[in-house]
């Protein structure tokens, strides 16, 4: 794509001497002139157009207009001037048959001819009376009348009307100079600024081709992964599904190391089905197609159900699960499903990382909650009011998570220290899929410390959702 | 470049283009003054408080061949600073011949290459190749410390193709015959690609000791080309550009 033609057009023509300067500041520049030095004069364009003049139709030149032979004869000597055009460093002296001057000067600009300055009809001061040319074309005139209005055309000296002229080219030739650098700054400034959006439209669009490009990109993996769990999830069901068959002695009786073999691959089986569940899960959440089936729940009854599954887990490794539910919670509105998806994983990994002896406490309480980005942002004050949420709190006086690592941990596969996972076992998906949640609820996940040690997941859900927030 | 056939009037177009603060505003404030005024216009500086070029300079020189002809040149520099990429695009649009003013102080090496590159990337933007451009390089500020030594610069010129000037443009040194230089490419290259000589009587020669004249040296035209210290002089053929 090429830059836009402007530049060249503003170069080429040369501007014409109407459309740089102001009308009816170049009548009071002649006005000044008039009244200065009491010379007429008017200012034509290059087309012939009378573009300004100072100057009072004389008596003298009204009375004789009257006059038929007189009249044209006049009207053809101002016809003939106007179309003269003198040389630049020249000028052309017309004498009218009243025995009056008009004086021709050609402006120019760069060396282009940009219109004529007429001076006149004046007379010198040394000749005296109209001129006999007068009275032989037209004997019956009054030549006393016409002596006296003689006297009263304006008398200026030759050489006073060539200094005039000669100042007002250049004052004409200074002003066109700074119109024309005016013009040409105004018109670049236009292309630039012209030029400039083009840039950036340019930029915009490749900036938005490339999104989409990574936008596809992004439902492509997204509908890799969930065909490729789904696909993987088959056959592991039915190894899972023979390996519990085996375990339970269907096919007969095994030996006592068999069924520990056996149990181990239906153990790492269900290990896998849950990294797959995962994987689909989050999949689903990331490509918001997952949908939250909301309405309003007990917060309370999901805690209870959430802690009643965990209980056998948690007394197995010797941690105590405490609860702490606020009385008269109102409803909130939420996935129960969900909510009790998002409660049991960060409660299963509070038992996980804490030592046998060592204590789990889930909180619920009611409080409010700032809808997020708002800070320093335009319309708080309208749009920033707090809004009641519900707090779970989820506290282990486990080994804690370092400052440092609290936003890594929800991205998924992330380990604060992966020998630890080993040790415990999960998928390393969990608390991405507890984030997802929780923002599609419209809530916030964060990481606090528990005093003395230990990890406190706070979340935060609003006990009425809306897109805002 | 422009004809006007019915006042055979020829206007060509040569850009300044250089990196900022080079001194292209200088070269022609030099250019200017060195002119008979019966051949400048006035030149039209848009510049901002601290000198700096805004949008472009602008120097109207007007002259005469022997055969008629009447020849303007419109000399323009670019405004150097990175931030005004939109119009030097502008400005270079549909030049005829390119002076490239470069800073001579080592330190600014890397600034006269960004610019080189810049200039060649805008060309392009018009479809233009700085391959078939007549160009002149410059090395300007000559007097200052910390410059690059004539024999390196010399050298280098002398396996480029561009002719290459020093100069001081402060002090008006080598302004002329970078400008004398530029013309000689570029009227050369105008009268091959359009056949000047033929329709129009056109005499690139004439016309450059008329130039010369009228900026006031009195050296022979041979001389004043003679006083690049590297590149070549010869004229762009059309043909040859293909090859």
């Known amino acids: 794509m090429t830059a836009p033609a402007v530049l060249t057009a503003i170069e080429d023509v040369c501007p014409r001497l109407e459309d740089l300067v102001h009308r009816d500041a170049l009548g009071e520049l002649l006005g000044s002139a008039l009244s200065l030095f009491g010379v007429p004069v008017r200012l034509y364009g290059q087309d012939g157009r009378l573009l300004a003049g100072a100057a009072d139709e004389s008596e003298l030149y009204a009375t004789l207009g009257e006059h038929r032979r007189v009249g044209e004869r006049i009207r053809q000597i101002v016809a003939d001037v106007k179309q003269l055009d003198p040389d630049p460093r020249a000028d052309a002296r017309r004498e009218c048959v009243t025995g009056a001057v008009y004086r021709v000067v050609r402006l120019e600009y760069d060396g282009h001819p940009m ?205 105590a699960v405490v609860e702490r539910i606020e009385a008269g919670l109102p409803r909130v509105h939420a996935d129960a499903g969900r909510l009790r998806q998002l409660l049991l994983n960060l409660v299963d990994n509070a038992i996980k990382f804490t030592n046998p002896g060592g204590c789990v406490s889930i909180e619920v309480r009611l409080t409010s909650m700032d809808p997020e980005k708002m800070h320093g942002s335009q319309g708080v004050v309208l749009l920033g009011s707090r809004r009641a949420a519900i707090e779970f709190r989820v506290a282990d006086d486990g080994i804690g998570i370092p400052a440092a690592e609290r936003d890594k941990v929800f991205e998924p596969f992330y380990q604060v220290d992966s020998s630890s996972t080993r040790e415990q076992g999960g998928t390393g998906l969990g608390l991405s899929i507890v984030k997802r949640l929780v923002e599609a609820h419209g809530g916030r996940v964060s990481i606090e410390d528990n005093v003395p040690r230990g990890t406190v997941f706070v979340v935060l859900l609003p006990l009425r959702f809306s897109s805002l927030g | 470049m422009q004809l006007d056939f019915v006042n055979r009037e020829l206007t060509i177009k040569l850009v300044y283009y250089g990196p900022a603060l080079s001194g292209k505003t200088t070269n022609l404030v030099a250019l200017h003054q060195a002119a008979d005024p019966g051949s400048s216009g006035r030149l039209m500086t848009l510049e901002t408080r601290d000198d700096r070029t805004l949008f472009f300079d602008l120097l109207p020189l007007r002259f005469r061949t022997p055969g008629g002809l009447s020849v303007r040149l419109k000399v323009f520099t670019v405004p150097g600073q990175v931030i005004h990429a939109a119009t030097r695009r502008l400005v270079v649009q549909g030049a005829d011949g390119i002076a490239f003013i470069a800073d001579s102080r080592i330190s600014e090496t890397q600034h006269n290459a960004d610019s080189f590159l ?34 390196e610069i010399a050298e280098l010129a002398a396996r480029g193709r561009e002719p290459v000037y020093l100069a001081v443009a402060t002090q008006g040194v080598g302004v002329i015959e970078s400008f004398i230089g530029l013309l000689h490419l570029t009227f050369g290259s105008l009268d091959a690609a359009h056949d000047l000589g033929q329709k129009f009587g056109f005499d690139a020669g004439a016309l450059l000791e008329e130039v010369a004249e009228k900026l006031g040296t009195q050296q022979p035209v041979r001389d004043i080309l003679s006083a690049c210290v590297g590149g070549a002089l010869d004229v762009l053929r059309p043909e040859a550009a293909e090859s």
């Open chain 2, 118 to 151: 810049d200039l060649k990337h805008n060309l392009k933007e018009h479809g233009l190749l700085l391959h078939d451009m007549p160009v002149v390089i410059q090395f300007n500020k000559r007097d200052m410390p910390g410059v690059r030594p004539e024999a």
């Open chain 1, 115 to 319: 219109g004529r300055l007429i001076f006149g009809p004046y007379a010198s001061p040394e000749v005296d009376g109209p001129s006999e040319q007068l009275f032989e074309l037209a004997p019956e005139l009054d030549r006393a009348r016409i002596a006296e209005l003689y006297e009263k055309l304006p008398r200026v000296a030759d050489e006073v009307v060539l200094s005039v002229a000669r100042h007002l080219s250049r004052t004409f030739e200074l002003i066109l100079f700074s119109e024309h650098r005016a013009l040409l700054t105004s018109n670049m400034h236009l292309a630039s600024v012209r030029e400039s959006f083009r840039e950036l439209e340019e930029k915009t669009r490749k900036l938005e081709e490339a999104n989409a490009r990574l936008t596809e990109l992004d439902r492509l993996k997204s509908n890799f992964l969930a065909t490729v769990s789904h696909e993987l999830r088959t056959p592991l069901t039915s190894i899972i599904g023979y390996s519990e068959m085996l375990v339970e002695g269907l096919a007969g009786d095994l030996t006592g190391e068999q069924r520990e073999f056996v149990s181990t691959i239906r153990e790492k089986g269900d290990q896998l089905l849950a990294l797959i569940k995962g994987l689909l899960d989050l999949s689903k959440l990331e490509s918001g197609m997952a949908s939250l089936a909301r309405d309003y729940i007990q917060a309370d009854r999901v805690v209870e159900d959430v802690l009643a599954t965990v209980q056998p887990h948690a007394r197995k490794r010797q941690v």
